[in-house]
């Protein structure tokens, strides 16, 4: 049947009145269900109503199945007009084994959709790599690089890597879906500041997955706030391994000598300075100011502009949390002080060591390994300061002493050589 354009110039036939669907494009109806379970608009046993009348019609052209489904009163026209539009570019997407459903988001490397694993019969997430990067080869290394190295890692506090590979020109990344937000979202939106709690908690968990890393000799090199996801059940899960590092990768490490790679609110030092011997203490640094962002509702460090930020995080002493917060507890201070110590040899020297502290906060207990570090800084101090005053005072000296002592020692020496002269005569 040849559709006829309505008096407005539109394509009655398409649902909606609308003609944003490419011509000729087809799908079929458990892709187009798909598509409609994503987005929500139906549920799975609707959909397995709905598949058997979709089927009858014998038909793979988008706009009619689109239409049918309106006639059935399985959508509205509303809703068909949402799907067609966005039916377009998932039809672009074809992937074998894999329905795609609906996008969930896009960034500067590449979108991420919700689609139907068919051989497992699960939702999964999957990151498509935007056409103009995949067309450069360093960054489609990078690329199946993330998915390698994600797929070492096996923990429930990481996000599951499944496949990765090609297809019909696009290059994808198949990994858990999460249902849930992340963390960055939760503090610009419903909770800008986390209780402490509910913040050390989260932390621990991903600390737990640090851990795990960490015996796989992996660096992530970008803990923060947005990759951070959570569950309804809160689950804390670590994303986005597009930064992650082998440690003893050295071809990677000759690549990215004297870079700085990280996130500028949650950077280490050491990254800004472009060390090549990053290890897991980076990522306690920036995992101690994602902690610091919980439950201050603010970065550790603030600035006009990047540069500000990361001189801050090079030379500003960190003001303590419980002093911008005074809910909390001098415990959780002196955790997130050692964690963000400037000096990597004064933080956490490992994952498992800040699992301890974190465990001693949540049990109500004060943090044992920070407050014997912090003791012992103190300690040394005190050892410096006795090295000047054996009685154990401050050690400065007053400030009227050295003059006093130069005048006199010149007077002495005047002294002297008047004698001298005198004797001679």
Not at 86 to 114: F, T
Not at 299 to 306: C, H, I, K, L, Q
Request: contains cysteine.
């Amino acid at each position: 049947m040849t559709s006829q354009p309505d008096p407005n110039g539109q394509n009655a036939e398409e649902p909606g009145g609308t003609a944003s669907h490419p011509p000729g494009a087809t799908t079929n109806p458990e892709e187009l269900l798909a598509v409609l379970v994503g987005h929500g608009l139906i549920d799975k046993e609707e959909a397995q109503q709905l598949k058997g009348p979709l089927y009858e019609k014998q038909t793979t052209d988008a706009g009619q199945l689109v239409r049918t489904l309106v006639k059935l009163d399985g959508i509205t026209k509303n809703q068909a007009r949402r799907i067609y539009r966005d039916l377009a570019s998932l039809l672009e997407q074809k992937i074998p084994g894999y329905i795609l459903s609906e996008k969930l988001g896009s960034g500067a490397g590449g979108a991420v959709y919700r689609a139907q694993q068919v051989s497992m019969n699960r939702e999964v997430a999957i990151k498509i790599l935007h056409g103009r990067l995949a067309k450069n080869p360093d960054y489609l290394k990078r690329f199946v690089k993330e998915a390698h190295v994600a797929a070492r890692c096996s923990h429930n506090n990481i996000v599951q890597a499944i496949d990765v590979g090609s297809a019909g020109g696009a290059h994808f990344f198949v990994m858990e879906l999460i249902k849930g937000k992340t963390i960055s979202d939760f503090l610009k939106g419903s909770k800008p500041v986390f209780g402490e709690k509910e913040a050390t908690e989260i932390i621990l968990q991903i600390a737990r997955a640090l851990e795990h890393a960490a015996h796989r000799g992996l660096v992530h090199r970008d803990i923060k706030p947005s990759n951070i996801m959570l569950t309804a059940e809160g689950i804390a899960k670590l994303a986005d391994l597009g930064l992650a590092r082998e440690a003893t990768d050295l071809e990677t490490i000759e690549k990215e000598r004297g870079l700085t790679i990280g996130t500028p609110f949650y950077i280490a030092p050491e990254q800004i300075k472009g060390k090549d011997d990053i290890d897991s203490r980076a990522d306690i640094y920036s995992l101690g100011a994602t902690f610091y962002h919980m439950i201050t509702g603010r970065p550790p460090f603030e600035g006009a502009n990047v540069h500000e930020v990361i001189e801050k995080h090079l030379r500003e002493p960190l003001a303590p949390p419980d002093h911008l917060n005074p809910k909390l507890s001098s415990g959780v201070g002196e955790v997130v002080e050692i964690m963000m110590a400037k000096d990597r040899k004064g933080r956490y020297q490992t994952p498992e060591d800040l699992v301890i502290d974190l465990e001693c906060l949540l049990n109500n207990e004060a943090p044992k390994l920070a407050r014997k570090r912090i003791k012992a800084l103190d300690l040394g101090s005190l050892s410096e300061g006795e090295s000047y005053s054996e009685g154990g005072d401050s050690g400065e000296l007053p400030g009227w002493v050295i003059p006093t002592v130069a005048t006199l020692g010149g007077l002495l020496v005047l002294s002297l050589f008047a004698n001298l002269v005198l004797a001679l005569r």
